[in-house]
């Protein structure tokens, strides 16, 4: 059976835009499961009050889901940008080491 040609598994650069709805949904996802940790925890401790369960563990997980979404998306944001000579920077240091002769030095005589 042939194979099938594709784009050589390249993908195109992913834009800022991109990676702000990554640090979003990957913050989120973490502040709902802390949220669930610690609002079940504290309902445990000290119940759930006039809101009931459901509701209680529901605003626990909902604020820190998009404080975390929040803050990891902006975190992102900042990471993505960067500057044309920390680019360059960055690839200079990705080249082949420069390998120096080593210099012989003159040997002395051991006297004993």
């Known amino acids: 059976m042939p194979v099938v040609a594709g784009t050589g598994g390249a993908r195109p650069a992913s834009s800022t835009w991109d990676k702000l709805k990554m640090g979003a949904l990957m913050g989120s996802s973490v502040g709902l499961i802390l949220g669930f940790i610690f609002g079940g925890v504290n309902i445990?401790?000290?119940?759930?009050?006039?809101?009931?369960?459901?509701?209680?563990?529901?605003?626990?997980?909902?604020?820190?889901?998009?404080?975390?979404?929040?803050?990891m998306s902006i975190g992102s944001a900042i990471r993505t940008d960067s500057s044309p000579a920390i680019m360059e920077a960055?690839?200079?240091?990705?080249?082949?080491?420069?390998?120096?002769?080593?210099?012989?030095?003159?040997?002395?005589?051991?006297?004993?």
């Open 44 to 71: 445990i401790r000290h119940g759930p009050g006039a809101n009931g369960l459901l509701r209680t563990l529901g605003q626990y997980m909902m604020g820190s889901a998009a404080t975390f979404g929040f803050f």
């Open 90 to 112: 960055y690839a200079r240091a990705q080249g082949r080491p420069i390998i120096l002769p080593r210099r012989q030095l003159p040997r002395r005589e051991m006297s004993s």
